[in-house]
T-cell receptor, first 115, second 112 residues
């Protein structure tokens, strides 16, 4: 799976949008971009994923650049409860393209939302 | 959907003892994953099952570690002859193949 690069930490004011960047310059055509977050002392939680089109759900938006070498997770109105470690993961196929591979986590971005 | 359940939540053991953790996945999920997480690090993959078959094991999984998933339902992770370096959070996740992972809250192991 392609390696991702994320900033170690970011700050955001409550109520403002949090924009978390991720570089994945070696991503291949059939690899998806996934975002998970982990709040202290809990297991990681799925946020969103995408292939090449922008995606939006009730939690966040995912913007993937046209060349797919980078993406941005947007939390439109950050709250204190969004303080967490955010992981950007690229996930591809194995077994000749017949099966999805596992998720491989990096160190993520520590997002701190402050009042 | 009751989520992924892990037991116990916390385990303190003496060095050299054996410990076993249990994971109950979401019932319709055919894949089950084990990860280990130490302080300040992201989760590290240990092994995963598709139904009852163990399809991949990380080289992190030494011969003191063994995982099973009998009948493709719950799974156990056993660590024999624990060492202080085994102290970590052990996370279990389940999914449908290709689907999003649902993680449990983990078992925190402390080896003293």
């Amino acid at each position: 799976d392609a390696k991702t690069t994320q900033p170690t930490s970011m700050d955001c004011a409550e109520g403002r949008a949090a924009n978390l960047p991720c570089n994945h310059s070696t991503i291949s055509g059939n690899e998806y971009v996934y975002w998970y977050r982990q709040i202290h002392s809990q297991g990681p939680q799925y946020i969103i994923h995408g292939l090449k089109n922008n995606e939006t759900n009730e939690m966040a938006s995912l913007i993937i650049t046209e060349d797919r070498k980078s993406s941005t997770l947007i939390l439109p109105h950050a709250t204190l409860r969004d303080t967490a470690v955010y992981y950007c993961i690229v996930r591809g196929f194995i077994d000749g393209g017949t099966s999805y591979g596992k998720l491989t986590f990096g160190q993520g971005t520590i997002l701190t939302v402050h009042p | 959907d009751t989520g992924v359940s892990q037991n116990p939540r916390h385990k303190i053991t003496k060095r050299g003892q054996n410990v076993t953790f249990r994971c109950d996945p979401i019932s319709e999920h055919n894949r089950l994953y084990w990860y280990r997480q130490t302080l300040g690090q992201g989760p590290e993959f240990l092994t995963y099952f598709q139904n009852e078959a163990q399809l991949e094991k990380s080289r992190l999984l030494s011969d003191r570690f063994s995982a099973e998933r009998p009948k493709g339902s719950f799974s156990t992770l056993e660590i024999q002859r624990t060492e202080q370096g085994d102290s970590a959070m052990y996370l279990c996740a389940s999914s449908l193949e290709g689907g999003r992972y649902t993680f449990g809250s983990g078992t925190r192991l402390t080896v003293v």
